[in-house]
């Protein structure tokens, strides 16, 4: 059921937010001299894309929230103040670790994590994966008050088990980011790598929890799986 069919003020304030967010992602992007300076922006282009889609995540993930539940209350207010707050701090450890970890991956230009010390790069993958516990702690909170007002709300048994397997999908994400910044703080130099590729765990698990839930989901409520052709 779509309960937020309206944009609300909060909806209407968010977006705004995140628009500026993503203006910071472009904001010391110059407009090319020459050709040459043309191919070095045109390099950038990855690692944009790639702070522009984990963005975009973000706001989907507000969008469909919001849109679900249409919540209002004061504690959904300071989260949602909280999460717009993170999203700003979170675009600069971001943009920077896309910048250099695109050319690290690609061969394409030059990484940056070389010229840094040890204690620069667990710093800045602290800073990066803090990012991200705090973003996907806070959809854990949100939907954690929707469901704590499903009398309110009326929310049907198959909304309050969606709630649930949201909450359980975001604290998988809040548990990575914890075991990269434990794995940044605690692996020496020469394996302190590990702290960011074991974000490449997120497609499996969340693969995975979308896979058992959808057939916990199909058994508890066939009613609402759609027909056959």
């Known amino acids: 059921m779509i309960r937020g069919r309206d944009v609300s003020r909060i909806e209407g304030f968010s977006d705004a937010v995140f628009g500026f967010a993503l203006t910071l992602l472009v904001a010391s992007i110059e407009v090319p001299p020459d050709f040459e300076a043309l191919k070095l922006t045109l390099r950038g282009f990855l690692p944009f894309a790639l702070t522009f889609a984990l963005i975009c995540w973000i706001w989907y993930l507000h969008y469909n929230f919001f849109r679900t539940y249409g919540l209002h209350d004061r504690l959904t207010i300071v989260l949602n103040c909280v999460l717009l707050f993170v999203v700003l701090f979170f675009v600069y450890p971001l943009k920077v670790v896309a910048n250099n970890l695109v050319?690290?991956?690609?061969?394409?230009?030059?990484?940056?994590?070389?010229?840094?010390s040890d204690a620069d790069n667990r710093f800045l993958m602290v800073c990066y994966s803090s990012g991200v516990v705090a973003v996907f702690l806070?959809?854990?909170?949100?939907n954690w008050n929707a469901l704590r007002q499903r009398q309110a709300l009326d929310l049907s048994a198959e909304e309050a088990f969606d709630a649930r397997s949201a909450m359980r999908a975001h604290g998988l994400s809040v548990l990575l980011g914890v075991t990269s910044i434990v794995l940044a703080v605690t692996l020496p130099a020469n394996r302190m790598g590990f702290a960011g590729m074991i974000y490449a765990l997120e497609g499996p698990f969340q693969g995975l929890n979308g896979y058992f839930s959808g057939r916990t989901r199909a058994r508890r409520f066939p009613s609402s799986m759609p027909e056959p052709r």
Do not use: H, N
């Open 103 to 116: 050319p690290l991956i690609t061969g394409i230009g030059e990484s940056g994590f070389e010229r840094l």
């Open 138 to 142: 806070i959809f854990v909170l949100l």
